[in-house]
């Protein structure tokens, strides 16, 4: 039957959901109300309330200091292969990146930002100390990390390499995102990108665009092992994995529109080397 999921804020994982059930259990047992646990542990009595409800993944050390203060005898760290496995990862975006390891191919329209496999990661950086509320630096490092951990999906090594499409806006790369060495870096790995990788193809809409199918907003598009399709969308605060054949195959629609709409591959190319050398 065809699924679309969404949410109005992010989806908790299975595993943060039972880490947090055991946690909360052991606290219990232990005769500690949330206040007192916080106190001993040495963190908010918020974080460990969020961390309970499986709405976030616990911080370096609160691990092994509830082990400790619990008397847990190892059940809280046999959790840490799982919980670590896609930390800085969006909860609700994880069952897309888990299909996203074995697709025939992705295609993405981006309006606001470069998509996050083409990021750098001064550009990561810059873009996670942007947008409220900024997370700790040991938080960023983890969600460099994991973006810089993905791009190894574009490599043609790959037994069958991924085919990805981008089709991104100009004013994206007008924008200096980061200050004039963090866009010109930007801009030198996004054409590096596209000579290695025979596998990704890059358009670029330019700025004076009379007719434009993608004012709704981005669109992120999958082909999946068993050649489904299913797409992605996300807002500020929710996010949304589609598949329901009818609004894929609208979405398609749609980027086959811009795609047209947009400048060829090698007029692209030679548009970014022309913004990279005024930068």
Do not use: C
């Not at 993944?57 to 046999?78: H, K, Q, T, Y």
């Not at 060495?181 to 054409?191: F, M, N």
């Not at 999958?222 to 399709?229: F, G, I, L, P, V």
Request: hydrophobic share 40%.
């Amino acid at each position: 039957m065809p699924r679309m999921m969404t949410t109005g804020e992010p989806e908790r994982s299975e595993v943060l959901l039972a880490f947090g059930a055991v946690l909360k259990r052991l606290r219990v047992v232990r005769e500690l109300t949330q206040q007192e646990f916080a106190e001993r542990v040495r963190f908010s009595s918020a974080t460990v309330s969020s961390i309970e409800q499986g709405r976030r993944m616990p911080p370096e050390d609160f691990i092994g200091r509830s082990e400790a203060v619990l008397e847990a005898r190892g059940v809280l760290e046999a959790f840490v292969p799982y919980l670590s496995r896609r930390r800085g990862m969006p909860n609700w975006y994880q069952e897309w990146a888990a299909m996203e390891r074995s697709a025939f191919g992705l295609y993405t329209y981006e309006s606001r930002l470069l998509p996050g496999i083409l990021q750098t990661p001064a550009y990561i950086r810059a873009l996670l100390r942007a947008v409220p509320p900024t997370p700790r630096q040991e938080v960023i490092e983890e969600r460099v990390e994991s973006r810089l951990a993905r791009q190894e999906l574009l490599s043609t090594k790959r037994d069958p390499p991924t085919t990805y499409g981008f089709v991104i806006e100009q004013s994206v790369l007008d924008r200096g995102f980061g200050g004039v060495s963090v866009a010109q870096e930007q801009l030198t790995h996004l054409l590096d990108v596209i000579r290695d990788n025979w596998n990704v193809s890059v358009q670029i809409i330019s700025r004076y665009q009379p007719e434009h199918a993608g004012l709704d907003g981005p669109v992120h598009l999958m082909e999946a092992a068993d050649h489904r399709w299913h797409a992605y969308t996300e807002g500020q605060l929710s996010g949304a994995l589609i598949s329901d054949p009818e609004p894929v195959s609208r979405l398609k629609q749609r980027y086959a529109k811009l795609s047209a709409q947009a400048l060829s591959e090698s007029d692209s190319k030679r548009l970014i080397e022309e913004m990279r050398d005024a930068t």
